[in-house]
Structures are given as structure tokens and as C-alpha cells.
């Protein structure tokens, strides 16, 4: 397939896609498929941010010491199961967020990573978070 076009996020043609992925769109391609007589449309988007480490830190070491660090979880009043799972697993409610505070590694095993509220944890003050 030979790209035939690449348009740049904003520009005509990509605006549709970045109503529906914002930041994460990287661009948008036009694409002949010669052999089935087709013109395709694809897009690049971002799936995964994550700081570069220093350099002579180990990927493997990096990611392992990041796991410790504590996050903040999102859960429902209703989500009443979820809430006892994550209070079992040893997670601490934050009465300043109005979030649960526990380690990335807790909400990896919970399968919760999802509902992690990016840099809330950094911002509790109610709440010592170096037991965790």
C-alpha cells in the first residue's frame, strides 16, 4: 500500500478524527491499495505517555520502582464490591480528593488502571502516603 497523503492534526481532512481522539491524534493517512482497488484512511494515534528514564536506569528497574509510587483511584458510591476489594488490598481514602490513594502495583493487580486519576496523589495532603 502506498501512502498517497499525510495530514497533520487540525488541517483539512483530520478534523473528524480529532473530534473523537483530541491529543491522542498524531496524524492521518490516505493509503492506495492497488490490489484490491481501494483507498484507505488510517490514523495515528497515541496510546501510551510515560517519562523517559535517566539515562543508565534499567527500563525493567524503572518501571518496578514507579509501581510503588502511589496513585489515586476513582470509584463510584455504588461501585460497593470495587470499594471493599480496594479497601481489602490496603488502599486509604483520601476525604480531600474524594479518591482512593494506593500503589500503582495495587491498582495493576486489581485491574483497575484505568480509574487512575493522573497526578491527584501528588496533590493529597490528608493522607501519608509513604506507608503505602
Known amino acids: 500500500m502506498d501512502v498517497t497523503r499525510t495530514i497533520a492534526p487540525g488541517q483539512k481532512g483530520s478534523i473528524r478524527f480529532l473530534k ?3 491529543e491522542q491524534l498524531v496524524n492521518v493517512r490516505y493509503r492506495k491499495d492497488i490490489q484490491n482497488n ?6 495515528e494515534i497515541v496510546v501510551d505517555k510515560r517519562p523517559i528514564p535517566k539515562p543508565g536506569t534499567q527500563y ?7 509501581n510503588q509510587h502511589p496513585v489515586a483511584i476513582r ?5 460497593e464490591a470495587l470499594r471493599a476489594q ?6 486509604v481514602w ?3 480528593l474524594k479518591l482512593w490513594i494506593t500503589t500503582r502495583n495495587t ?6 488502571i484505568e480509574r487512575i486519576v493522573e497526578g491527584a496523589a501528588e496533590r493529597c495532603t490528608d493522607i501519608d502516603t509513604s506507608f503505602l
Open 86 to 91: 480496594i479497601k481489602q488490598a490496603g488502599a
Open 107 to 112: 491498582a495493576i493487580t486489581l485491574g483497575i
Open 94 to 96: 483520601s476525604k480531600q
Open 75 to 79: 470509584v463510584n458510591y455504588q461501585e
Open 20 to 22: 473523537e481522539w483530541g
Open 38 to 43: 481501494q483507498m484507505l484512511t488510517t490514523i
Open 60 to 66: 525493567q528497574g524503572y518501571i518496578a520502582q514507579r
